[in-house]
């Protein structure tokens, strides 16, 4: 058969196309349940983070803690009600899609976490953009709703050295013990950048030298994220 | 495969196997396939990785290529590569994130790389297209080898110089460190592994003098 | 228009092509030998990432991005082809290539005779296909951003090695070590080029 006639061309073609796109479609299958389990698994290890537990080992070992420390999770809407039926983990997975909408069309996770002494966390995702991409993190607060207790940062392409250091776990530690209401005020934690010797106060943490733009943008970050909460965390005042 | 008429690993078939790990060098010698991926050799790890992927898909893409090369209408030759090997490429990268999920993370969009890996359509097109299965298939192993053996020396001194660390463990005892030693940032930097790779070039050709540029 | 700012300075300088992510290494040091031949590969590959990342742009918003298909109608809104990029990619690079092979044949022989085999080997370009999947990966907002990190990208390519043949064409009446020639002190000098574009990291606008 003559290889270069236009009738062989096409059907040989025709056929590597179905071949390959058979071929390909079902290893995406066979392995996407792996994947999808990595890719959550990894959610799951940051959010342990966040309350201060460092998961060793494997998969098995993550799932394994953040089973035992996580004991729930909901989602609020903007008017700071639970929403029914919410998936939790769902709308983490696709938190750049949740703040692509607009605010008040927003449904947003938080995850509750018990420790061996039964003090209850919140666990609030935090998303925004820094200075070259975008960042996101965690922030654990108190069951009193108003101090941190931790916080964990990840971004996707600032600066190595400078900006990129907002994911180290000494700038999240920054955040332990700080206050996000002044006087019964909404005022969160900013990142400043100071003069002098004095320790910052409740309200503030240091920058970083030579990453200042991607550090205040964590504090943006964790201002205009909580905005979202705010209506649901007021109410929860309210009911103390 | 025909063991009475050639041995499997006759003389001419180990040297198409162990040539690319020294005299024809893909990487030192032919200057092909440095692209992208030393971008991955910061750390040990993942340029092992990366190497065995490239291995594997350098020598399977030789296999298929080799075993179809009477069938391909030669007008659609290059389509029919770029297919095979993005095929090859997905499998790899679907397998990387479902096993190595850490490593696949590291490596981001550099697995996708591979397909534009000239040394890969570089074998296929000069070698395994007018050869036998098998000897393609030492082809594109020795290739895929030369070029990998390239990433872990390189992966090497990066992560032993740049971090005090091999593989993720520490190497470098503390002892030295509280003599003075410090580590060497820079090594983790991209310009070190251009700086590297020159440095491997000169000493390769400091020992095979017929290579020299004139 | 800010960010649009940012994704420009920062794919030329900061996240240049050749200094910090190795990409088309093979027809840089293979073509950077003379200035004029540098300065005709580089407007093509600036052309060729320009139109196919924009395209592949497109492309992942409507077809590969899970449920990109929704637009097809509800029951086609599970489905995720992300898997088929890199064919998609690649074979749009393919096509992008063999016009703009076309077009400089027809209007610049003398540039089409120059560049030869390098021509045709844009296809498998690693600075166009990192430039489609770093745009993936990235996940621009809008096409707008899309084709300023390609575009940025072209000219970080293109400045990288119309500098590196400057360099070479001094190069030839230095006293270098044998083996050191050619490829060698090739790669050294991009080293030490890249050092001196990482000054840019610290950029701050």
């Given at each position: 058969?003559?290889?270069?006639?236009?009738?062989?061309?096409?059907?040989?073609?025709?056929?590597?196309?179905?071949?390959?796109?058979?071929?390909?479609?079902?290893?995406?299958?066979?392995?996407?349940?792996?994947?999808?389990?990595?890719?959550?698994?990894?959610?799951?290890?940051?959010?342990?983070?966040?309350?201060?537990?460092?998961?060793?080992?494997?998969?098995?070992?993550?799932?394994?803690?953040?089973?035992?420390?996580?004991?729930?999770?909901?989602?609020?809407?903007?008017?700071?009600?639970?929403?029914?039926?919410?998936?939790?983990?769902?709308?983490?997975?696709?938190?750049?899609?949740?703040?692509?909408?607009?605010?008040?069309?927003?449904?947003?996770?938080?995850?509750?976490?018990?420790?061996?002494?039964?003090?209850?966390r919140y666990i609030i995702p935090l998303w925004g953009s820094g200075l070259w991409g975008p960042i996101w993190g965690y922030l654990a607060?108190?069951?009193?709703?108003?101090?941190?207790?931790?916080?964990?940062?990840?971004?996707?392409?600032?600066?190595?050295?400078?900006?990129?250091?907002?994911?180290?776990?000494?700038?999240?530690?920054?955040?332990?013990?700080?206050?996000?209401?002044?006087?019964?005020?909404?005022?969160?934690?900013?990142?400043?950048?100071?003069?002098?010797?004095?320790?910052?106060?409740?309200?503030?943490?240091?920058?970083?030298?030579?990453?200042?733009?991607?550090?205040?943008?964590v504090g943006r970050m964790i201002r205009e994220s909580l905005q979202g909460y705010l209506p649901f965390i007021q109410l929860q005042k309210?009911?103390? | 495969?025909?063991?009475?008429?050639?041995?499997?690993?006759?003389?001419?078939?180990?040297?198409?196997?162990?040539?690319?790990?020294?005299?024809?060098?893909?990487?030192?010698?032919?200057?092909?396939?440095?692209?992208?991926?030393?971008?991955?050799?910061?750390?040990?790890?993942?340029?092992?990785?990366?190497?065995?992927?490239?291995?594997?898909?350098?020598?399977?893409?030789?296999?298929?290529?080799?075993?179809?090369?009477?069938?391909?209408?030669?007008?659609?030759?290059?389509?029919?590569?770029?297919?095979?090997?993005?095929?090859?490429?997905?499998?790899?990268?679907?397998?990387?994130?479902?096993?190595?999920?850490?490593?696949?993370?590291?490596?981001?969009?550099?697995?996708?790389?591979?397909?534009?890996?000239?040394?890969?359509?570089?074998?296929?097109?000069?070698?395994?297209?007018?050869?036998?299965?098998?000897?393609?298939?030492?082809?594109?192993?020795?290739?895929?080898?030369?070029?990998?053996?390239?990433?872990?020396?390189?992966?090497?001194?990066?992560?032993?110089?740049?971090?005090?660390?091999?593989?993720?463990?520490?190497?470098?005892?503390?002892?030295?460190?509280?003599?003075?030693?410090?580590?060497?940032?820079?090594?983790?930097?991209?310009?070190?592994?251009?700086?590297?790779?020159?440095?491997?070039?000169?000493?390769?050709?400091?020992?095979?003098?017929?290579?020299?540029?004139? | 228009?800010?960010?649009?700012?940012?994704?420009?300075i920062k794919s030329i300088f900061v996240d240049n092509m050749v200094f910090a992510y190795f990409f088309g290494m093979c027809s840089y040091?293979?073509?950077?030998?003379?200035?004029?031949?540098?300065?005709?590969?580089?407007?093509?590959?600036?052309?060729?990432?320009?139109?196919?990342?924009?395209?592949?742009?497109?492309?992942?918003?409507?077809?590969?991005?899970?449920?990109?298909?929704?637009?097809?109608?509800?029951?086609?809104?599970?489905?995720?082809?992300?898997?088929?990029?890199?064919?998609?990619?690649?074979?749009?690079?393919?096509?992008?290539?063999?016009?703009?092979?076309?077009?400089?044949?027809?209007?610049?022989?003398?540039?089409?005779?120059?560049?030869?085999?390098?021509?045709?080997?844009?296809?498998?370009?690693?600075?166009?296909?990192?430039?489609?999947?770093?745009?993936?990966?990235?996940?621009?907002?809008?096409?707008?951003?899309?084709?300023?990190?390609?575009?940025?990208?072209?000219?970080?390519?293109?400045?990288?090695?119309?500098?590196?043949?400057?360099?070479?064409?001094?190069?030839?009446?230095?006293?270098?070590?044998?083996?050191?020639?050619?490829?060698?002190?090739?790669?050294?000098?991009?080293?030490?080029?890249?050092?001196?574009?990482?000054?840019?990291?610290?950029?701050?606008?």
């Open positions: 058969m003559n290889r270069n006639s236009n009738t062989y061309i096409v059907v040989y073609a025709t056929a590597m196309v179905v071949i390959v796109a058979l071929a390909l479609s079902f290893a995406s299958l066979a392995l996407r349940d792996r994947q999808q389990a990595n890719i959550e698994n990894e959610m799951k290890r940051a959010i342990l983070r966040s309350i201060g537990i460092e998961a060793q080992g494997g998969m098995a070992a993550v799932d394994a803690l953040y089973a035992r420390y996580i004991v729930g999770s909901f989602a609020v809407d903007a008017r700071g009600e639970v929403v029914e039926g919410a998936n939790a983990f769902e709308l983490l997975a696709n938190l750049r899609a949740v703040y692509a909408l607009p605010p008040d069309e927003r449904e947003l996770p938080v995850f509750v976490s018990r420790d061996g002494q039964g003090v209850e607060l108190e069951s009193d709703w108003k101090t941190v207790s931790g916080a964990v940062f990840y971004h996707q392409g600032e600066t190595p050295g400078l900006g990129a250091e907002i994911a180290e776990s000494w700038f999240g530690d920054r955040f332990a013990g700080k206050t996000i209401f002044r006087d019964g005020q909404f005022v969160s934690v900013s990142v400043e950048k100071r003069r002098g010797t004095e320790p910052p106060g409740p309200h503030s943490v240091d920058a970083i030298t030579g990453g200042t733009i991607t550090a205040f943008a309210e009911n103390e | 495969m025909n063991r009475e008429r050639e041995p499997i690993f006759s003389a001419k078939n180990m040297r198409l196997l162990l040539g690319p790990l020294n005299r024809d060098n893909p990487v030192a010698v032919q200057i092909l396939g440095i692209c992208s991926v030393l971008a991955v050799t910061a750390k040990l790890r993942p340029a092992f990785v990366m190497a065995v992927s490239v291995v594997a898909v350098a020598a399977l893409a030789s296999l298929i290529m080799s075993a179809l090369r009477k069938t391909i209408p030669s007008r659609i030759r290059i389509i029919v590569q770029l297919v095979v090997i993005a095929f090859l490429v997905i499998i790899v990268d679907q397998i990387l994130k479902a096993y190595v999920y850490e490593v696949s993370k590291q490596l981001s969009v550099f697995v996708g790389l591979i397909i534009t890996n000239c040394i890969i359509m570089g074998r296929v097109e000069a070698f395994a297209l007018g050869n036998k299965p098998w000897p393609s298939l030492l082809d594109g192993l020795g290739n895929g080898l030369g070029y990998g053996v390239i990433l872990i020396v390189v992966g090497f001194f990066r992560e032993l110089l740049g971090a005090g660390e091999l593989w993720g463990r520490q190497v470098i005892p503390d002892s030295f460190y509280e003599a003075g030693y410090m580590n060497n940032g820079l090594m983790l930097l991209p310009p070190m592994a251009l700086i590297i790779v020159g440095v491997i070039i000169w000493i390769q050709r400091s020992f095979n003098k017929d290579v020299v540029d004139k | 228009m800010e960010n649009i700012f940012n994704i420009f040091i293979a073509v950077s030998k003379s200035v004029k031949t540098a300065m005709g590969l580089g407007v093509t590959v600036t052309f060729v990432m320009v139109t196919t990342v924009s395209l592949n742009w497109l492309l992942t918003r409507y077809l590969l991005n899970p449920g990109a298909l929704a637009w097809m109608g509800g029951e086609f809104a599970a489905v995720d082809l992300s898997f088929l990029s890199f064919i998609v990619f690649i074979a749009v690079m393919a096509s992008f290539v063999q016009i703009a092979e076309m077009a400089v044949e027809k209007f610049s022989p003398a540039l089409y005779n120059s560049l030869g085999i390098f021509l045709p080997l844009i296809a498998v370009h690693c600075a166009i296909m990192g430039g489609s999947l770093f745009m993936q990966e990235r996940a621009y907002e809008n096409i707008g951003e899309a084709a300023t990190f390609a575009f940025g990208s072209g000219i970080g390519w293109w400045l990288a090695i119309i500098m590196m043949a400057a360099i070479r064409e001094k190069l030839k009446y230095s006293n270098i070590p044998r083996p050191l020639r050619g490829a060698g002190i090739t790669f050294i000098i991009t080293g030490l080029a890249g050092m001196a574009f990482m000054s840019f990291l610290g950029i701050q606008m």
